[in-house]
């Protein structure tokens, strides 16, 4: 691969080039969960257990403030909070195997005045990109959309968030992700509408925006991630077909069996490369995609899809409860169970050994 150029952006030249590598070569970034204690009390112990396990399980980077972390933490009055405890723990922890760079990703939301106060605390805090969620601005036209995200951006970099309409997130148009990618301050983009349609239309918007060597595409299609990080896109526009691939994901999915999902990514980018995709990796979709459904509550609506995620995580003794900050948000009936079924039929997909043989240094002080 080429190496990176040299940012021309200032907001863009303020992250480091190494950093700025990571993201583009791809890397798993593993949507940061929230720890909660019995009366739904930031559990710093675990939060910061939850960092270093994703640091020493070789995570490029970390999402946090994001749809995993709940976005009613802001409610909470925790969104900085947490966001510095994530990043004080990054930078103190020694990971397995030495200190690398690291992409920090702050999650953002709401209005255009609350999202830049939130880009600009992410931003004091060492972060390198904000995360932006649309879903507050539901209804709004393109230009309006557009004028948000030109706003944010002056105060960080940012990654573009194509989020699914069942949890909050609108129907964006290829015309949208056009402009958006012409954006100088944009550094990459996690698609996740679980739809291949709406998928295509942001590739399409990257391609015509001639912006696919600026801009890393990021998979956050929690049903698709194998099948996504394979396949080359190929996308027409006026100078011939121009060709496309996910570079990492940014995944829910991820903040579980995440020590597994850096061996996946990295089996996924080899065979990329030398461009030889075997059956047994490709068959790995259809088994990813089945432990998702059970984890994301699929037959229920995602309504437990941040608590099935507590609850692997639960089981493998990082965290103590599956507990929300909504006390109406948990498990959904049966899901336990399908978690169970996943768990027998996929055993080689699970970290537990390596969560086992690591918890106690996790959980130190």
């Known amino acids: ?59 490029g980077g970390l999402a946090v403030g994001v749809h995993t972390t709940q976005f009613a933490i802001r409610e909470h009055g925790l969104y900085a909070p ?30 255009t005045e609350q999202a830049r106060r ?32 030109e706003a944010v951006a002056r105060e960080i970099a940012l990654v573009g968030f194509y989020l699914q309409p069942a949890v909050g997130g609108i129907d964006l148009p290829a015309s949208f992700w056009e402009a958006f990618a012409r954006l100088p301050q944009v550094v990459a983009i996690k698609i996740a509408p679980f739809h291949r349609y709406r998928t295509l239309d942001v590739l399409r918007g ?18 698709h991630i194998v099948l ?8 027409p526009r006026d100078d011939g077909m121009v060709r496309l691939r996910f570079a990492g994901g940014l995944l829910g999915h991820w903040s579980v069996w995440t020590q597994r999902a850096v061996e996946l990514l990295s089996r996924c980018q080899a065979a990329a490369e030398r461009d030889a995709v075997d059956a047994d990796l490709l068959a790995l979709d259809a088994r990813v995609t089945d432990c998702n459904a059970a984890f994301f509550d699929v037959t229920n609506g ?21 507990w929300c900050l909504d006390p109406a948000e948990g498990l959904s ?22 969560v086992r043989e690591h918890r106690l240094r996790w959980l130190g002080p």
């Open 82 to 111: 947490v966001l510095k405890l994530a990043m004080d723990t990054a930078r103190s922890w020694e990971p397995l195997g030495g200190q690398r760079p690291l992409v920090m990703i702050a999650g953002l939301a709401g209005g």
């Open 118 to 149: 939130e880009a600009a605390t992410a931003r004091e805090l060492g972060y390198h990109a904000g995360l932006l969620s649309l879903a507050a601005l539901r209804g709004r036209g393109v230009d309006e959309i557009l004028a948000h995200c």
């Open 302 to 322: 995602f309504q437990g899809c941040i608590a099935g995620c507590h609850e692997v995580l639960r089981r493998q003794g990082l965290l103590e409860g599956t």
């Open 228 to 235: 996504d990080l394979l396949t080359p896109f190929d996308v």
């Open 1 to 59: 691969m080429d190496t990176i150029e040299a940012a021309t952006d200032p907001v863009v030249a303020r992250i480091p080039a190494a950093v700025r590598e990571v993201l583009r070569r791809g890397a798993v970034i593993p949507a940061h969960p929230l720890a909660l204690d019995a009366q739904r009390r930031l559990d710093e112990r675990r939060q910061r257990a939850l960092t270093r396990y994703y640091l020493d399980a070789g995570a």
């Open 206 to 223: 990257v391609a015509a925006a001639r912006a696919e060597k600026r801009i890393a595409l990021y998979t956050g299609n929690d049903d």
């Open 333 to 354: 009936p049966g899901q336990a169970q399908e978690i169970d079924r996943v768990y027998r039929g996929h055993p080689d997909l699970n970290d537990d050994d390596f």
